[in-house]
């Protein structure tokens, strides 16, 4: 966890009510199982994923099929008016393809990371069981990061999201320091 700007929470007492909530839940296994199954159901998603990107891909050779049979009009002599609206028209259709391209390049990617690390995070789940009463402040550090666990402040709420699933909102009276 990173330092703690808001004034009116101290950083300590704060990581160790965020750090209570992750003890209870890598001490019970259902909680995590259930955890891991959602992140296992999200990877599942890949084929979609790649299906919606094989078509962004055919429609993008089609656009450049049309803009090549535009050029023959262009060439052939077509009032240049209608070729330049033309033009513009599959020029935006192009760029919407491409960010819808990178959108779907991203969550495929982020699927693949999210199946390919699950048997990695339930090894780690387990050695820390193991040891839980004993991590130090630092070890508790690493851990919150490798779970990729951000907290979020909003006055007296603090939203807690990672890669488990972590009660969506602590409630609590903020604290000077």
């Known amino acids: 966890m990173n330092h703690c700007h808001n004034k009116g929470w101290s950083a300590d007492k704060l990581e160790a009510l965020v750090w209570t ?4 839940i890598l001490a019970n296994p259902r909680l995590m ?5 959602k992140q296992r159901q999200g990877s ?3 084929g979609i994923l790649e299906a919606e990107l094989g078509q962004v891909e055919q429609q993008l050779r089609a656009l450049d099929r049309d803009q090549a049979q535009l050029l023959q009009w262009a060439i052939k002599g ?3 008016d209608i070729v330049t609206i033309e033009n513009r028209k599959l020029n935006v259709r192009c760029e919407i393809l491409k960010m819808q391209k ?3 390049e991203q969550k495929i990617k982020a699927s693949q990371e999210a199946a390919i690390s699950l048997p990695k995070l339930e090894h780690f789940v387990e ?9 130090d402040l630092e070890t508790k550090r690493m851990v919150l ?3 990729d666990v951000k907290v979020w402040i909003d ?9 488990i699933p972590i009660s969506d909102y602590v409630i609590a009276t903020p604290q000077t320091g």
Request: hydrophobic share 45%; net charge negative.
């Open 127 to 135: 050695l820390i069981q193991e040891k839980l009463s004993t991590l």
């Open 155 to 163: 006055g007296h709420n603090v939203e807690v999201i990672g890669i």
């Open 33 to 37: 199982i259930t955890g891991l199954e």
């Open 21 to 24: 909530q992750i003890e209870h």
């Open 102 to 104: 990178a959108e779907l």
């Open 145 to 147: 990061e490798m779970l």
């Open 78 to 80: 077509f009032p240049e």
């Open 44 to 46: 599942n998603d890949v």
